[in-house]
């Protein structure tokens, strides 16, 4: 296993995730394009409320599981321990079955209490809770296989194949019928649907024999300890990823949702090297903390901080410079709004990015309760902060506080990865 962090094999393994995520973000950009021009700033901005409420949910569903199977899986597997691997995947499907029919049924149960929710709001959530189990399905098969250090298989399903499916089905429908965000939401369930059946395939291809045959299952009470803060973490870094779009939805009007939804997406092109770094290395951050490899660890985390500045800096720059001219083109004159907010939403996803994946690092190193604090602090900030500016100053608002918010959490993730690593 020494090999496969020889710079050859460093650099395989960032260009096959590579490509994954740049097709994730070229599939994600054209689907953009297509519900910008067919739906307006308003459907999208109901299309994005519903996937945002779907999103936070199914923090609900998945529990932080993802990160335990990632972590849990490269450990026992790089100590052949097929047992406790089979008996950590059986308990988590159980597990997060459960917990996605309790999302599901929150999400009926508030629409339900709310009596004064749109009748177009309400249809459309009921369809989108139907992503709830079929997201949560990805990411477990997707923990599974990164876990088996199959990274690029683990990715390929969801980030890919159901980004691919969904703009055929959308350009099926907007040449036989007139979209709206329910349709758009109902394509999406199904796009995800078929990519599913096909990550269960490669799963059980990828997956060891000794794992498979494996009858007995018991149950490690640690799981469970861990699991928490894992799921503090997701549930933290979900709400940060879309306070500012839900509250945005709350203060102000579905046209600006829309609009400052486009601006956060390219803003986040400024954190796919980041995305592909942590993906990447996350199962070696965890192998190289348990065998005590830690001179390796610490060139990987230098290795992985390079590759996700210099890719921060590239859409930053040309999206600042051009991003005015670009905005109205590509989604259309009701978006060019969107401008201000992407150049202020660059700084923080930049930012956060230059410091590389810090936060990955302390989940996989064992030190996920620190980082659960760390989010915690980051995302009161950021709801806070919306609270306060998102009244007077709108979408600017909005951005100037994801931003800070974003800064702060690089910053201190930095900080206690730089010192649990001077330790050793």
Same mark, same amino acid.
């Not at 067919?38 to 519903?50: D, E, K, N, W």
């Not at 945002?52 to 052949?80: C, D, H, K, N």
């Not at 500012?244 to 009007?253: A, E, K, N, Y």
């Not at 610490?298 to 670009?326: E, Q």
């Given at each position: ?223 469970? *300890?861990?699991? &928490?803060?894992?799921? !503090?973490? #997701?549930?933290?870094?979900?709400? /940060?990823?879309?306070?500012? +779009?839900? =509250? %945005? ?117 064992? *030190?996920?309760? &620190?980082?659960?604090? !760390?989010? #915690?602090?980051?995302?009161?900030? /950021?709801?806070?902060?919306? +609270?306060? =500016? %998102? ?34």
């Amino acid at each position: 296993m020494k090999d496969d962090l020889a710079g050859a094999a460093i650099m395989r393994l960032l260009s096959g995730v590579g490509v994954i995520k740049l097709a994730n973000v070229g599939f994600g950009f054209g689907v953009s394009v297509l519900l910008a021009n067919a739906l307006g700033p308003r459907g999208v901005g109901i299309y994005t409320f519903a996937i945002s409420v779907v999103s936070i949910a199914g923090v609900l569903s998945l529990f932080g599981m993802p990160r335990l199977l990632i972590r849990e899986t490269a450990w026992y597997a790089s100590e052949q321990k097929w047992k406790e691997v089979h008996s950590l995947w059986t308990w988590s499907v159980k597990t997060t079955f459960i917990l996605s029919i309790t999302a599901m049924g929150i999400i009926y149960f508030a629409l339900w209490s709310f009596g004064n929710v749109a009748a177009e709001r309400i249809f459309i959530m009921v369809i989108a809770t139907m992503i709830v189990p079929l997201s949560a399905a990805h990411a477990l098969v997707s923990g599974a296989l990164r876990g088996l250090h199959h990274v690029a298989y683990g990715l390929f399903p969801d980030l890919v194949l159901r980004q691919a499916i969904l703009i055929i089905l959308l350009l099926l429908a907007t040449s036989f019928y007139t979209l709206t965000g329910v349709i758009a939401v109902g394509l999406y369930a199904v796009s995800s649907l078929f990519a599913l059946v096909v990550a269960v395939w490669i799963l059980w291809n990828k997956t060891p024999t000794s794992i498979r045959q494996e009858k007995t299952n018991f149950y490690d009470p640690n799981w469970f *300890q861990t699991l &928490l803060s894992f799921a !503090l973490i #997701a549930g933290i870094l979900q709400i /940060n990823n879309y306070a500012d +779009i839900i =509250l %945005i939805g709350i203060f102000r009007t579905d046209e600006e949702v829309g609009i400052y939804r486009i601006a956060q997406q390219l803003s986040l092109l400024s954190v796919i090297g980041l995305q592909i770094v942590g993906t990447s290395f996350s199962p070696r951050y965890a192998r190289l903390w348990k065998e005590g490899s830690f001179v390796q660890l610490k060139r990987l985390v230098v290795i992985g901080a390079c590759v996700s500045l210099v890719l921060a800096l590239i859409p930053m720059v040309v999206l600042a410079l051009a991003g005015n001219l670009l905005i109205p083109i590509v989604f259309g004159e009701q978006f060019s709004e969107s401008y201000f907010p992407m150049l202020v939403l660059f700084i923080g996803t930049a930012g956060f990015a230059a410091v590389g994946p810090a936060n990955v690092v302390l989940n996989m190193i064992g *030190q996920q309760s &620190l980082n659960a604090k !760390l989010t #915690a602090v980051s995302a009161t900030a /950021n709801i806070v902060l919306n +609270i306060v =500016l %998102i009244p007077k100053f709108g979408i600017i608002g909005a951005a100037s506080a994801t931003a800070t918010a974003s800064l702060f959490l690089g910053a201190a993730s930095l900080y206690e990865v730089t010192k649990a690593l001077k330790r050793k």
